[in-house]
C-alpha cells in the first residue's frame, strides 16, 4: 500500500530524512515512532506530498507522489485521511458541517454529503452529535469528529500524527480502540506517528523506529519484540524501577506463547541460580508473550548466574543498579 524508496529529505545544510525505506502493508496499523528531531515531522509531508522528496520515491496505492502533476497531487491528497495531534476543527462549524468541508471542497453533492456525514458520525459513535459546536465536545469527541472527517472522501490511508498525546489514559484507549474498530470494519491503512509505546502496543500490527532521518528498526510487533537486541524490545516491554541497591543488576528478557510456563521456567532457574528478583513486567502483544526480570546479586556473583542464565537459554544484559521506566524509544546499553 505504502512504499518509500531511499527517500530523502534536505533543507538547506539540514538533512531531515536520509534514504529512509519502508513497506507498509494494505490493511495494517503501522506505527512509527522515534526520538525528537528524528525526522517524524518531515515525514508525514512527505507522506501527505506537502512536501515533495529531495530524492527518492513514496508510493501511495501504486501512485508515485512525486511525480505527480499539481492536479494529480490535489486528488491523491485526497486518498490520504490526516488525523492531527490537536484535532483542528473549525470552531464556528458544527460537527456534521466540520465532517462535511473536505466534501464540500471536492464538490459532493449536498444530500450524498449528508447521508455520509451521518453515516461517519454513527460509525465514531456521535450519531447525536452532529449539530454540536466544538465548544461543546469533550477532547476524545472532538478527536472522534476529526477522524471522521478524515474519512469523509473514502481515503486508502488514514494517517494519524501523535492522534492521542493530548488525551487522557482512559480516552486514548477510546480512541485507539475506535482506529482499530475502523480499521477492521472498512479496511483502510493505518499509519500513525507516535512517540508513545503505549500506543504501539495498544493499536500497531507492526512498528518501525525512525532516528537521524533513517529507519534503524522495523517489522511486526511480535517479531520486533521478540527480539532483545533491539531498542524497539527494550521500549515497547520497559523494566519498572528497580529499588535502590548496592548489588549489581541483571536484565533478564524471554518470550513465549500463550500457554507455555516460560515464566515459572524463569524463576525455577532464578531459584537454582541464587539472586533476588526485584522487578518484573510481563505483557502479551499478539500472539508472543514478553517478560523482563531485574535480577540483584552480589558483584563477585555476577558472572556465574550471567552465564548460567545463559546456558538455560535467557538474554541477559548487565545494568546499573537502578533502571528507569522508559517511555520513549531511547538507546540501551
Known sequence: MITL???RKVYGDVVALDGVDLEIDKGTIHGIVGPSGAGKSTLVRCLTGLDQPTTGTIEVAGQNLSALGEGALRQARRRIGMVFQHVNLLDARTAAENIAYPMRIAGVPAAERR?????LLDLVGLGNRGGAYPSQLSGGQKQ???IARALATDPDVLLCDEPTSALDAATTRQILGLIRDIR?????????ITHEMEVVRQACDAVS??????????GRLAAVVADPATRLSHALVP??????????????FFTSTPGEPTGSRVFDVVARLGGDITAGTFE???DTQVGRVALSAPHHDVERLARG??????HVEGRVARLPQAREVTDHG
Request: net charge negative; no cysteine; proline share 6%.
Open 5 to 7: 524508496s531511499e527517500v
Open 115 to 119: 447521508a455520509r456525514v451521518q453515516e
Open 144 to 146: 472522534r469528529i476529526g
Open 184 to 192: 477492521d470494519r472498512i479496511g483502510v491503512t493505518v499509519v500513525i
Open 209 to 218: 523506529l525512525l532516528d537521524h532521518g533513517r529507519v534503524v528498526e522495523s
Open 239 to 252: 523494566l519498572p524501577p528497580v529499588p535502590d541497591t548496592d548489588k549489581a543488576v541483571l536484565d533478564i
Open 284 to 286: 502479551t502483544l499478539g
Open 309 to 314: 542464565l545463559r546456558e538455560a537459554g535467557l
